[in-house]
Structures are given as structure tokens and as C-alpha cells.
């Protein structure tokens, strides 16, 4: 088998079980590392025979990428590797809980406050319509 092959043979099996972008990235970056580790002075085919089998890579690759995209996996990010895609902290830190906590205070404040106003006004403007309804009853009843 040769790296055309190799490439070929891995692009069928994850066709269709992956999206284009990942099959495209997959695809470039075994191609890349093929490419790498014969300019490093590697023969092909012993690249080739340390890769293993393309169908069983593209096995890996598509049980990983379906466990990215499966929404159990993604509410619970915690136990193994457990790094953020940008790779400054651990799912569910204590910083991250913080925050949603802190986000949570203040839409309350910020609810408490326009129900605040809104009582306030009612408040102001309910003895001025009190008077005006009395008004209007006082008026009927003399007609």
C-alpha cells in the first residue's frame, strides 16, 4: 500500500460518518504526517506499517468524533483529559461555576429592580386613578 492508497482508503471509510471538515482535516493530517516522517528519512511503506490498518484509524476517529458530538458526553466534561478547547482550565471548575452563579445573581437583581419600578410608578399613579374612578362613579350616579 502506498500513501495514495493509504489516503484513499481512509477518506472511503470515514465518508458519511463524518463531516466534511473532519474527513478533510483527518485526510490533510495524515497526509501531512506521511509527508513528515519521510522527509525525516523514513521509507514509506515502514511509515505506512507503523499507521496500521486505515480502516481501524478511521474506526477511532469516527467513535471520537461521535462522543464530541454526543450531548451526554458534552454536559458532563469532568473526568478524563478534562481541558477546555482553549486549554486554560478543566470542565466545571470552580471559576466556571462562579461564573454562572454570578450570572444567575444578576439577572435576579436586575428582575427585582424593574419589578421594583413598576410598583413604584403603579404606586405613584394609583391615587390619581382611584380619584378618577371615583369621579366618574359619582357622576353616573347623579345622571
Same mark, same amino acid.
Given at each position: 500500500m502506498n500513501k495514495q492508497e493509504f489516503l484513499h482508503e481512509l477518506e472511503k471509510s470515514l465518508r458519511g460518518k463524518v463531516d466534511e471538515g473532519e474527513l478533510k482535516r483527518q485526510t490533510e493530517y495524515y497526509s501531512s504526517y506521511i509527508k513528515s516522517e519521510t522527509d525525516s528519512g523514513k521509507t514509506e511503506e515502514?511509515? /505506512?506499517t507503523k499507521l496500521g490498518d486505515p480502516r481501524? $484509524?478511521?474506526r477511532t476517529i469516527v467513535q471520537t468524533y461521535n462522543m464530541k458530538e454526543d450531548p451526554i458526553?458534552? !454536559? %458532563?466534561?469532568? !473526568? !478524563?483529559?478534562g481541558q477546555e478547547e482553549n486549554g486554560d482550565e478543566p470542565y466545571g471548575t470552580l471559576k466556571s461555576k462562579i461564573h454562572k %452563579?454570578? $450570572?444567575i445573581a444578576a439577572v435576579i437583581i436586575i428582575v427585582f429592580a424593574v419589578m421594583s419600578l413598576v410598583f413604584s410608578v403603579i404606586r405613584i399613579f394609583l391615587? &390619581? &386613578? /382611584?380619584? &378618577? &374612578?371615583l369621579i366618574m362613579l359619582i357622576i353616573r350616579m347623579v345622571r
Open positions: 515502514e511509515v /505506512l481501524l $484509524i478511521a458526553r458534552n !454536559s %458532563y466534561k469532568g !473526568s !478524563s483529559a %452563579y454570578l $450570572i391615587p &390619581i &386613578i /382611584l380619584m &378618577i &374612578i
